[in-house]
């Protein structure tokens, strides 16, 4: 957790001195770094359950939009945790924060047990929808990432909304080349 949050938050050379032995002030700056991390993720999650619009709920899928206000290198962390409490666990959660430099959206989509067993695969999902919007994804069953262009942002949602809804009525969609 120390140093999967050193990275997380900018700071990748901490990790690499606890690592190498530094033991006493890279140990003090990383329990401080940690505590930043965890505050992150729980203003993050205050942030999205303080306004309903900020997680909207497609035909397939929910969308949490985190857009410029959630960081990109924690917006992972943040869909892990909320997908376990939606409303409707038969639909996948996609959550994306921008990267602005790069003009770019970051998604991160978590499913759970019970979507899994309903046919979802969100690896076959996002690698396909990127790949549709001119950007990249794939992953695992349960666990993917894509980025795609801001300007493409919203047709990848919706792409991503039909896969996962033609995977829910039995289409495996990893045998088609194309959506």
């Given at each position: 957790?120390?140093?999967?949050?050193?990275?997380?938050m900018?700071?990748?050379?901490?990790?690499?001195?606890?690592?190498?032995?530094?033991?006493?002030?890279?140990?003090?700056?990383?329990?401080?770094?940690?505590?930043?991390?965890r505050?992150?993720?729980?203003?993050?999650?205050?942030?999205?359950?303080e306004?309903?619009?900020?997680?909207?709920?497609?035909?397939?899928?929910?969308?949490?939009?985190?857009?410029?206000?959630?960081?990109?290198?924690?917006?992972?962390?943040?869909?892990?945790?909320?997908?376990?409490?939606?409303?409707?666990?038969?639909?996948?959660?996609?959550?994306?924060?921008?990267?602005?430099?790069?003009?770019?959206a970051?998604?991160?989509?978590?499913?759970?047990?019970?979507?899994?067993?309903?046919?979802?695969?969100?690896?076959?999902?996002?690698?396909?929808?990127?790949e549709?919007?001119?950007?990249?994804g794939g992953?695992?069953?349960?666990?993917?990432?894509?980025?795609v262009?801001?300007?493409?942002?919203?047709?990848?949602?919706?792409?991503?909304?039909?896969?996962?809804?033609?995977?829910?009525?039995?289409?495996?969609?990893?045998?088609?080349?194309?959506?």
């Amino acid at each position: 957790v120390v140093l999967n949050s050193a990275g997380r938050m900018d700071r990748p050379s901490l990790g690499i001195a606890i690592c190498m032995g530094d033991r006493k002030a890279a140990i003090e700056e990383s329990n401080k770094i940690l505590e930043d991390y965890r505050r992150n993720i729980n203003k993050y999650l205050c942030w999205v359950n303080e306004k309903p619009e900020r997680m909207r709920e497609l035909q397939n899928i929910y969308v949490i939009y985190g857009e410029n206000f959630i960081n990109e290198k924690i917006i992972g962390t943040v869909s892990s945790i909320i997908v376990s409490s939606l409303a409707n666990n038969e639909k996948p959660l996609l959550a994306f924060a921008n990267i602005e430099a790069e003009k770019a959206a970051k998604f991160s989509g978590r499913t759970t047990e019970a979507a899994l067993r309903k046919g979802v695969n969100l690896g076959d999902v996002m690698r396909m929808a990127s790949e549709e919007h001119g950007g990249k994804g794939g992953g695992h069953n349960i666990a993917a990432g894509a980025q795609v262009p801001l300007d493409k942002l919203e047709s990848f949602i919706k792409t991503a909304d039909e896969l996962v809804g033609r995977q829910l009525k039995g289409d495996k969609l990893a045998s088609h080349n194309n959506a």
